[in-house]
């Protein structure tokens, strides 16, 4: 049966291994700084998860461009986005499109006013809570 074992690198600092293969590496290749840690299928050994120097964490990626980049599904109960809420739409001084503008600006752009195009989402992403926001102001324009 395999050995598990830690490996002293420097000032408190261990790297994890089984048997011999490292499970977390110390990386200082420029842009891959950090630490990575690494799974074995049974076949080959792989990296599952970067943090770097700068405190990004990447799951299943090694080039996180945010503090929390995953490359794959997120499996959760529950996701909890603090974002500012459309209420201001229920204000006396709310200037709401009126109907025709609202079905001309469509019959032009293919989407709502204010919504990101379909190309825009595929390119850019989108944002969970501004999405969600939107999503309720639009709901409450419906609403007037």
């Known amino acids: 049966m395999a050995q598990f074992g830690l490996t002293s690198v420097s000032k408190g600092i261990y790297i994890g291994y089984y048997a011999s293969e490292q499970l977390a590496s110390l990386m200082s290749d420029g842009a891959s700084s950090g630490i990575g840690f690494t799974t074995h299928d049974g076949s080959v050994w792989a990296e599952r998860m970067r943090i770097h120097t700068n405190g990004n964490v990447g799951i299943g990626t090694t080039a996180p461009q945010s503090l929390l980049?995953?490359?794959?599904?997120?499996?959760?109960?529950?996701?909890?986005?603090?974002?500012?809420?459309?209420?201001?739409?229920?204000?006396?001084?709310?200037?709401?499109?009126?109907?025709?503008?609202?079905?001309?600006?469509?019959?032009?752009?293919?989407?709502?006013?204010?919504?990101?195009?379909?190309?825009?989402v595929a390119n850019n992403g989108l944002s969970l809570g501004a999405s969600q926001a939107l999503l309720l102001k639009k709901i409450e324009e419906l609403t007037l």
Do not use: C, R
């Open 69 to 120: 980049a995953v490359k794959g599904t997120i499996t959760a109960q529950e996701v909890k986005v603090t974002s500012s809420w459309p209420d201001y739409v229920f204000a006396d001084d709310y200037n709401l499109m009126p109907l025709a503008e609202v079905a001309a600006y469509i019959a032009s752009n293919g989407h709502l006013p204010e919504v990101p195009s379909a190309e825009e």
